[in-house]
């Protein structure tokens, strides 16, 4: 037993390698900050007919190297380096300061050297829009690769009672971008020695004590409420612990944009939702018009093409209308390709007559995976989400808006629940966050809280990273 126990701790020792990961993240951005400057260096070239001029390669080469410089020492004082605890849409917000800061300097530098009439302001301009774009990109690549490994990550002791230890324990394992692993668990109420989800259980207030000392752990994680903690007297933590986070599990809010307030001595917390802010609804209304029009006129020979395959592909309507859900419960006819073959609806009652597992099936995430009613064109067209193309024109109208909660039936209004309050206040989207987070695995219950999620968290940064998870996934042939 003692000889597990020392596995433990060396496995645990071992595994804190952040010197390694320092390294990773250093690298990374050398070589995507590179890119972007060589990348936008070769668009320049391609617009040398229609522009002139040359490229001063050696005055890009320096400049090049400084620009590097002061990214990564931005990137050090942003805490970036490693950037743990960090959420996906924080490390945009981060990257973007950190470029447009070191852009800045880079033009500073080049003026006190008087070359700034020398570099070529759109491969200025360009850099700036890349390096913002790469690194996040090359960030969002490593961190999806390497979490896998139990190396990557803080490794942190979760302190609390087990009902509410678990589910916590359970999410730091899932989500692993965070970089928080739960490395040992602790009781202080009945002194538990049953591990959770695989994570060992200490004993007692000393073996917690040497472990600290033994393994070097610094980050320790309260679950319980303050209440709960005052009682067992939590100060002494703090003495070993460095690190300390407390977890609000039951906080009815938002939780990626609160804000800590100290009224002398006193923590407030304050949360703002922005997608019920009227000056932050016409920023969203704004960039979706501009992003769909934008999308319309480079996907129009597509839609196209698209449509005469749905007319050769089977007999009926190129364009599927059915009436959704919009903003305030209004109803709205949203418009696809036509996946399903014209007499859709009498098959699929037919089919959940007949078949107890798929009716099943039906009711549980609202779907069928192997849905009889669909056309050999229409999988093709749903595995890359092409049969929502029309749906662009839902936002032109108003209807819809690119990003946001899923469209919903309105027979499904009853099911919704307490969740129709909130998720019906805003217009539905395109595409969102359960699409790009749950997909098509996820229960309808699991669909409508994170479609909560999503309003109780919105922001434009949330938005685009969302845009960039959608692109991905329509790669990978997942569908929305």
């Keep these: 037993m003692k000889k597990k126990r020392n596995h433990k701790i060396k496995i645990a020792l071992l595994e804190n390698r952040n010197q390694v990961i320092y390294i990773l993240l250093i690298l990374l951005d050398i070589i995507t900050i590179s890119s972007a400057v060589l990348f936008s260096a070769g668009l320049r070239i391609l617009l040398q007919p229609l522009l002139g001029g040359l490229v001063n390669w050696p005055l890009l080469l320096n400049g090049l190297i400084f620009f590097v410089i002061f990214n990564v020492f931005f990137a050090w ?34 003026f006190l050297q008087q070359l700034g009439l020398a570099y070529s302001r759109i491969i200025f301009v360009l850099t700036w829009f890349m390096s913002t774009l790469f690194m996040m990109l090359g960030r969002f690549a490593l961190r999806n690769r390497f979490s896998r490994f139990n190396w990557w990550g803080i490794p942190m002791v979760i302190v609390g009672s087990r ?95 609160v804000r800590p307030i100290d009224l002398h001595g006193t923590l407030a917390i304050e949360t703002n939702y922005h997608l019920l802010n009227k000056r932050e609804t016409i920023i969203k209304r704004v960039l979706d018009m501009f992003l769909t029009l934008l999308l319309l006129l480079v996907s129009w020979p597509i839609f196209l093409f698209l449509a005469i395959l749905v007319r050769l592909d089977s007999r009926g309507r190129i364009l599927y209308t059915q009436k959704r859900l919009g903003q305030n419960g209004s109803q709205f006819d949203s418009y696809k390709f036509r996946t399903m073959f014209e007499n859709a609806d009498e098959k699929l009652q ?131």
Excluded: C
């Excluded at 678990?166 to 602790?186: D, S």
């Excluded at 695989?198 to 752990?217: R, W």
């Design 163 to 257: 009902g509410n230890s678990a589910p916590i324990i359970e999410k730091l394992i899932q989500p692993r971008r965070l970089g928080f692993r739960p490395a040992f668990y602790y009781d202080p109420t009945f002194q538990s020695s049953e591990p959770i989800h695989g994570v060992e259980a200490i004993k007692d207030k000393e073996s917690l004590k040497k472990l600290a000392l033994e393994t070097g752990i610094q980050h320790i994680m309260l679950t319980d409420p303050f209440d709960n903690l005052l009682s067992f007297n939590f100060h002494w933590m703090r003495d070993v612990f460095p690190n300390i986070l407390f977890v609000l599990n039951t906080a009815p809010f938002g939780s990626l944009w």
């Design 350 to 480: 037919e089919v959940l007559e007949n078949d107890p597992k798929a009716k099943q099936e039906y009711q549980t995430y609202h779907k069928l995976s192997n849905d009889p009613r669909v056309t050999r064109l229409g999988k093709f067209l749903r595995r890359y989400s092409l049969d929502e193309l029309p749906q662009l024109i839902n936002v032109l109208k108003g209807d819809m808006n690119l990003i946001g909660p899923r469209s919903y039936l309105p027979m499904e209004l009853p099911v919704m629940g307490e969740f129709a309050n909130i998720i019906l206040k805003v217009k539905p989207g395109i595409t969102g966050w359960w699409q790009v987070m749950g997909r098509n695995a996820t229960s309808f219950k699991h669909r409508l809280q994170l479609d909560e999620y999503y309003i109780s968290n919105w922001s434009i940064w949330l938005d685009i990273y969302i845009m960039i998870k959608t692109a991905w996934v329509l790669i990978k042939g997942e569908g929305l």
């Design 77 to 110: 004082l942003n805490g970036l380096y490693p950037g743990f605890g960090l959420a996906a849409v924080h490390e945009m917000q981060k990257i973007l300061y950190v470029v447009t800061l070191a852009s800045i300097f880079l033009g500073v530098y080049l």
